[in-house]
Structure formats: C-alpha cells, structure tokens
C-alpha cells in the first residue's frame, strides 16, 4: 500500500495498527503518530508466540520496504491475514508530508550500514598500503554488499542491530502484545 492509501485505510478504520519493525533507535528518531514498534529481530524471536487475537489489520513499516517486506513474510507463516506492507517505508511517508513524530535517536539503519561499510573499505585500503593482503577487507565488503543486493538480506544490518543503541529497551513480551493482543498497549 502506498502512503495516500495507508491514510485512508487509517481514517476508515481507526483499529489499524501500524507495526514499525525498524530498531528502536530508528524508531526514536521518527515514527507514524500511534504506531508500535515491534522490530524485525524480535518479531523472528517471538515467532511461536506471533497467533493474534484481533481482526485488525496490520501495516508493516520500515524506513524503505525491505524490511517490512521479510516481517510480512514472517507473520505470514504463522498465520496472520490482513497484512500490508507500506511501500516505500518512512521514506515514501515523509515524501507525501505525512505526519512523522520526531525524537532524538540513531542514524537509520541502512546510513549505518553505508558508514560501517565504508569506513571497512577506507580502512582495507588505506591499510593495504602498509600489509597488501589487507585489500581483501574491500573485497569482502564489496562481496557481502553484492549478496544483499540480490538477496534482498543484509548481514550487516543484523549486525548493526545488535548494538546498543539499536537494541529493545522494553521487554520482548510487551512489544510483541502491540501485534498480538485484542487490545493493544498504549503506543508511543
């Protein structure tokens, strides 16, 4: 669903949750007016727990699609209906001025991605000068961006995902009742 789309099925039908699966530091930093954050790595966690108890429809968020699109997939498998995926993630939402709620939190995940990514180049190359087989570093960075290019995967955000400022500060439980729940908890 496109965001004009996301808009009116939210003004038709106030009971539509909007489930945020970016980490909780993207989150922070912007989000859609009432929705819960639920992220990608918590929503394969708490997988077998994932049956719920409400008709509502879903919308699945992320900053681009792409990680939306895998949480789909996921609630899919266990047999969650009436799921969308907002294409274009927060990225499209904020080209149409819809309503964002701003905060203070990390950098979005795919700058984190392209920063790690980069600074793992320079420093391959730059310290390939001094000991040559350190070129490899480039290499496989290169390589690893290939596979998640065609993949539509990226290790390396997982990675990223695990650091602290990225991490869940509430417990898994309590996140996973915002999807599951007949009556969700307050959003944030």
């Given at each position: ?11 038709d039908?106030?009971?539509t949750?909007v ?7 993207e989150?922070?930093?912007?989000h ?7 992220p ?5 966690e ?5 049956t ?6 879903i919308v ?13 997939t ?11 995926v907002?294409s ?7 080209q149409?001025?819809?309503p ?14 392209r ?6 180049v ?7 000068t ?6 490899w ?21 997982r ?12 417990g898994?439980a ?15």
């Amino acid at each position: 669903m496109d965001t004009p789309q996301v808009r009116t099925l939210l003004d038709d039908n106030p009971r539509t949750r909007v489930i945020d699966v970016r980490t909780p530091g993207e989150f922070a930093a912007a989000h859609i007016p009432g929705s819960y954050n639920v992220p990608l790595d918590l929503l394969r966690e708490h997988r077998a727990e994932l049956t719920a108890a409400h008709d509502d429809p879903i919308v699945l968020v992320c900053a681009s699609g792409a990680r939306a699109d895998q949480a789909f997939t996921v609630l899919q498998s266990v047999g969650s209906d009436k799921l969308s995926v907002l294409s274009g993630g927060i990225t499209g939402w904020r080209q149409h001025d819809a309503p964002l709620n701003r905060g203070s939190g990390t950098w979005a995940m795919e700058r984190q991605v392209r920063l790690a990514a980069g600074l793992l180049v320079l420093t391959g190359v730059v310290a390939s000068t001094a000991y040559e087989p350190l070129k490899w570093i480039a290499g496989f960075v290169g390589g690893g961006l290939t596979f998640a290019a065609l993949t539509n995967t990226c290790a390396m955000s997982r990675v990223l995902a695990l650091l602290p400022h990225n991490r869940i500060r509430t417990g898994g439980a309590r996140t996973v009742a915002a999807l599951t729940d007949r009556t969700p908890p307050a959003a944030r």
